[in-house]
C-alpha cells in the first residue's frame, strides 16, 4: 500500500470589495481564519475589475453601495466583472433589502452569485458557508431578501395562482432548501413538498427537471423576470 498522501485542495482564493477599511479588513481576517486566501482587497469598482482581472479568484465579495456615488457602484462593478471573467462567482453585500439591485443581481445568471444583508456577516459560521457555497456555483439569498422580492410581487397573476403553502415552499426553495430541508420546516412529508414543487412549476410554467440546483435557478429566473 502507498504511504503517499493525496494532495490538500488549494484554499478559496477571494477579492473583497469594500469602501469602508475596518469592515475590509475585518472580513479579511474572518476569511483568513477560516482556510480562505484573500488575494486582494479593493475599496472601489474599478479597482475591483482591475483585481477580478489580475487574480482570477474564485469568488468576489462585493458591497453594492462604494465611491464616488455610494449608489450601486459595487454591483455594477460586479455585473462588469463576471462579463469580463464568466465563471467568476460574486457575493454580494448590502445594508438593505433594495430590491433593483437584487434583480439586477439575478441578471448575472443565478450560478455562482448570492445576496446578503451584511448583518449576517456577524454569524461567522453562516457567512463563510455562504462564501464557500457560492465558489462553488451555488445561489445563496438572504431569507428577508427572498421575503420581500416575493411579497413584491404576489399581485402578479402567476404568483397569484399559488396557494399559501405553495408560496411557503417556492420561498424556501429560492433559499436554496432541500426537499428535506423544507419538510422539516414545514412539518410535513417530503412526498407532501415534492407534490408542492411540482405543482408550483406547473401553475408557473417552468420546465420540470429532477435536479435541485435546475430547481432554484429557474425559480429564481422567474423571480428577476417580474417587474
Excluded at 77 to 82: D, F, G, K, M
Excluded at 92 to 117: H, I, K
Amino acid at each position: 500500500m502507498s504511504d503517499s498522501k493525496i494532495p490538500s485542495k488549494d484554499p478559496l482564493r477571494v477579492v473583497i470589495a469594500e469602501d469602508s477599511g475596518l469592515l475590509r479588513e475585518g472580513l479579511a481576517r474572518l476569511l483568513a481564519d477560516a482556510d480562505l486566501k484573500v488575494v486582494a482587497k479593493v475599496g472601489d469598482g474599478p479597482d475591483l475589475i482591475s483585481a477580478a482581472e489580475k487574480h482570477r479568484p474564485d469568488i468576489a465579495v462585493v458591497d453594492v453601495r462604494m465611491p464616488p456615488g455610494y449608489r450601486d457602484e459595487g454591483l455594477q462593478a460586479a455585473i462588469e466583472a463576471r462579463r469580463r471573467i464568466p465563471d467568476l462567482t460574486v457575493l454580494v453585500l448590502s445594508q438593505y433589502v433594495e430590491e433593483r439591485y437584487g434583480t439586477e443581481l439575478l441578471e448575472l445568471g443565478v450560478a455562482g452569485v448570492g445576496y446578503l444583508l451584511k448583518d449576517r456577516v456577524a454569524d461567522v459560521s453562516d457567512f463563510v458557508a455562504a462564501v464557500r457555497d457560492v465558489a462553488s456555483g451555488g445561489t445563496v439569498l438572504d431569507p428577508e431578501v427572498v421575503s420581500q422580492l416575493l411579497s413584491r410581487r404576489r399581485r402578479d397573476r402567476r404568483l397569484a395562482v399559488l396557494t399559501p403553502r405553495e408560496r411557503e415552499v417556492l420561498s424556501l426553495i429560492a433559499e436554496g432548501r432541500s426537499n428535506h430541508a423544507i419538510a422539516r420546516t414545514l412539518y410535513v412529508t417530503e412526498g407532501a413538498v415534492e407534490k408542492h414543487v411540482k405543482n408550483i412549476f406547473g401553475k408557473l410554467g417552468l420546465a420540470q427537471t429532477g435536479d435541485d440546483h435546475r430547481r432554484v435557478l429557474a425559480v429564481l429566473t422567474y423571480l428577476s423576470s417580474c417587474s
